[in-house]
């Protein structure tokens, strides 16, 4: 867990690791690419996928809401800007980034090699669990228990990827248009289980008990962190700082506690 630093010292820190918290007018002589357009005009445009509580969703008032927009926030707040929250669906985060509709990412991009050909991580900042699921009823325990069976796949998502490569090769593997279509077909009887992720399964248990739906082990891990594009060092250097900061003044561990209910279970890690 890290260190919880006095957030009276963050001011003299952030000078001393260059990070433009209390001056963007003369940072923005010195920063480059993106994070000197960020400074320039004030403005930061920050993609956000909404469709993932408790990490992006919306409030009862209809306002974007969540731990990752909680994120977004209060890096805008730092880099004394205004925020642009830009709702993007899963499959077009990565090609926002790449066509400049946004400067950053906070939409739960997974660390993987598919990812890292594309984009530029800050330090890793959450994990996602790859899980599976099935009716309360079922017997499937584990991997092995799949054989034969018909499993639901999100497609275009890190989930689906990642089943294809650990599911027996005899586990009939059906591509759905989406995580809750996948949920859907277990729920309905028109297959055996379903790749999805911890934190969907996670609220479903909560949000819709009545629900025959149950988690039944956990297939991968991956940590999930802010993207930039390929070589925009400064924004980058800026994001590792910011996650150093805020992780040692404890505002994300606020943030977590809030969204998660608990503290972490990444923090970001600096080499």
Known sequence: MPIALPRRRLAPLAAALALPLAGPAHAAGEATGTLGRILRSGLVRIGVWLDAPPWGSYDQD?????????????????????????????????????????????????????????????????????????????????????????????DNTFAAEEARTLLPPDTTQLMMPDLIACIDAVAQGRVDAAVS?????????????????????TMSHAHHALAVRLGDDDLLRFLNTFLYLRGADGSLADIHERYLRGTPAVAPIFR
């Open 197 to 217: 992720y911890g934190w969907l399964l996670r609220d479903l248990s909560l949000s819709r008990p009545d629900l025959d739906i149950e988690q039944r082990f």
């Open 62 to 154: 209809g306002t974007p809401d969540g731990a990752e927009v909680a994120i977004a926030r209060l890096l805008a707040r730092d880099l004394s800007a205004r925020l642009r929250l830009q709702r993007l669906e899963v499959r077009d985060r990565i090609p926002a980034l790449q066509e400049d509709r946004v400067d950053i990412l906070a939409a739960l991009v997974p660390v993987v090699p598919a990812t890292l050909r594309h984009v530029a991580f800050a330090a890793p900042h959450g994990e996602l669990a790859v899980s599976v699921a099935t009716r309360r009823a079922s017997a499937v325990r584990s991997l092995a228990d799949l054989a034969r069976l018909r499993v639901a796949l999100p």
